[in-house]
């Protein structure tokens, strides 16, 4: 879709706020998509086995936590051991090491790649780790809960993680998908866009957005949260039969 045909989609009236919104998931869901896309295509060109760093234990308590099954965290261990050594090999990714895996340099600024960083660093230590890895990629998964993307999703706009959505807040999101986009509207247009969100999830008018608003909003509106699965994550060895030359264990 080209920029004119985005411009029409935002301006149009028959669109539904609810599909306005949804367009901000589309780069942050793509940056994730991508990088699984990226890493999975370096295993096909260079194959290698590494030694599992972590124990059977760990590996098996992970997939108890998640959707995703014992051998399946394997192979996630080996596409998190290839990001997070692209830089420094110590364990845990860097934010260069996205970097350098989206956009082959470890250089530069990008909001929804700092989001995704930001929301994957669960201990807030600067760097993620193969526990964190797996669970923030267990939200896109196809049966993980609808409430566990719902409460993903609001902290994707709770830049200030302060519990409430601000009209600042989404104003900057619309800002950075306008400039990811390569789209321009004008200023009044923006604040119209912001305006009709607060209008709609808002109910107690006191111009923020809780948490218990958002739930109510997108529970209200299912479509909002499609681009919050990624239909491959159901079965990552199926997709990716090179990963199970990886797995050092069967799954009972």
Same mark, same amino acid.
């Given at each position: 879709?080209?920029?004119?045909?985005?411009?029409?989609?935002?301006?149009?009236?028959?669109?539904?706020?609810?599909?306005?919104?949804?367009?901000?998931?589309?780069?942050?869901?793509?940056?994730?998509?991508?990088?699984?896309?990226?890493?999975?295509?370096?295993?096909?060109?260079?194959?290698?086995?590494?030694?599992?760093?972590?124990?059977?234990?760990?590996?098996?308590?992970?997939?108890?936590?998640?959707?995703?099954?014992?051998?399946?965290?394997?192979?996630?261990?080996?596409?998190?051991?290839?990001?997070?050594?692209?830089?420094?090999?110590?364990?845990?990714?860097?934010?260069?090491?996205?970097?350098?895996?989206?956009?082959?340099?470890?250089?530069?600024?990008?909001?929804?790649? &700092?989001?995704? !960083?930001? %929301?994957? /660093?669960?201990?807030?230590? #600067?760097? +993620? $780790?193969?526990? =964190?890895?797996?669970?923030?990629?267990?939200?896109?998964?196809?049966?993980?809960?609808?409430?566990?993307?719902? &409460?993903?999703? !609001?902290? %994707?706009? /709770?830049?200030?993680?302060? #519990?409430? +959505? $601000?009209?600042? =807040?989404?104003?900057?999101?619309?800002?950075?998908?306008?400039?990811?986009?390569?789209?321009?509207?004008?200023? &009044?247009?923006?604040?119209?866009?912001? /305006?009709?969100?607060?209008?709609?999830?808002?109910?107690?008018?006191?111009?923020?957005?809780?948490?218990?608003?958002?739930?109510?909003?997108?529970?209200?509106?299912?479509?909002?949260?499609?681009?919050?699965?990624?239909?491959?994550?159901?079965?990552?060895?199926?997709?990716?039969?090179?990963?199970?030359?990886?797995?050092?264990?069967?799954?009972?």
């Amino acid at each position: 879709m080209d920029s004119t045909n985005r411009i029409t989609l935002f301006r149009s009236s028959s669109l539904s706020l609810g599909e306005r919104i949804c367009m901000a998931f589309i780069p942050f869901v793509v940056v994730v998509d991508f990088l699984v896309s990226k890493m999975a295509t370096c295993f096909n060109c260079q194959p290698r086995h590494e030694k599992r760093r972590y124990g059977f234990s760990y590996i098996t308590r992970l997939a108890n936590e998640s959707r995703f099954t014992v051998n399946e965290v394997e192979a996630l261990y080996q596409l998190f051991k290839k990001l997070s050594s692209s830089i420094i090999d110590d364990g845990s990714i860097h934010k260069e090491e996205l970097l350098l895996a989206l956009f082959q340099t470890p250089y530069g600024e990008n909001l929804f790649l &700092d989001r995704v !960083f930001d %929301l994957f /660093d669960e201990k807030k230590n #600067g760097v +993620i $780790e193969f526990d =964190e890895f797996v669970h923030a990629l267990n939200i896109f998964h196809p049966c993980s809960p609808v409430e566990d993307k719902i &409460d993903f999703a !609001f902290r %994707l706009y /709770d830049l200030r993680q302060t #519990g409430f +959505i $601000e009209r600042e =807040e989404v104003k900057q999101m619309v800002v950075a998908i306008l400039m990811e986009s390569d789209m321009k509207l004008s200023d &009044d247009l923006i604040e119209s866009i912001i /305006d009709q969100t607060f209008a709609d999830v808002d109910a107690d008018k006191d111009g923020r957005i809780s948490k218990e608003e958002w739930k109510d909003f997108v529970l209200r509106r299912p479509g909002l949260l499609k681009n919050m699965t990624l239909p491959h994550l159901k079965d990552i060895t199926a997709i990716f039969p090179s990963f199970v030359n990886y797995t050092e264990v069967e799954d009972l």
